[in-house]
């Protein structure tokens, strides 16, 4: 499992947790930063990577659409870096089952 961070998180989150998923990825690393959400959708569909966002945007097109890709939106607020690292570590197992499951398309989790 490969996580796509956006633009509202920090790029930091790819060092940080690199030993939970490696080969995530953040979306100013790929030089996507201000790229159209259907874009980001798009290229996270078929890279096999799953969206990690605060973006309401990204919760919607989950819903509607089904995986692939699926969502993570997170529900943090203007949380630091290590919040986030911390809140993902801590639900490691729920993300795996998550990520197993062909019909679910969005994960919310809170601080």
């Known amino acids: 499992m490969k996580l796509l961070f956006d633009e509202n ?3 930091r989150l790819v060092g940080e947790l690199s030993s939970h998923w490696p080969g995530s990825t953040h979306i100013e690393l790929l030089g996507m930063r201000g790229a159209s959400d259907e874009t980001i959708w798009a290229h996270a569909r078929d890279g096999d990577l799953i969206i990690v966002s605060k973006d309401d945007d990204f919760r919607s097109l989950a819903l509607v659409r089904g995986p692939p890709p699926k969502v993570i939106w ?21 993300l795996k089952t998550f990520s197993l499951d062909p019909v679910e398309a969005l994960l919310s989790l809170q601080a």
Request: zero cysteines.
């Open 74 to 94: 997170l529900q943090v607020g203007n949380a630091s870096t290590a919040t986030v690292a911390n809140l993902l570590r801590a639900n490691a197992l729920l």
């Open 9 to 11: 998180l920090s790029p």
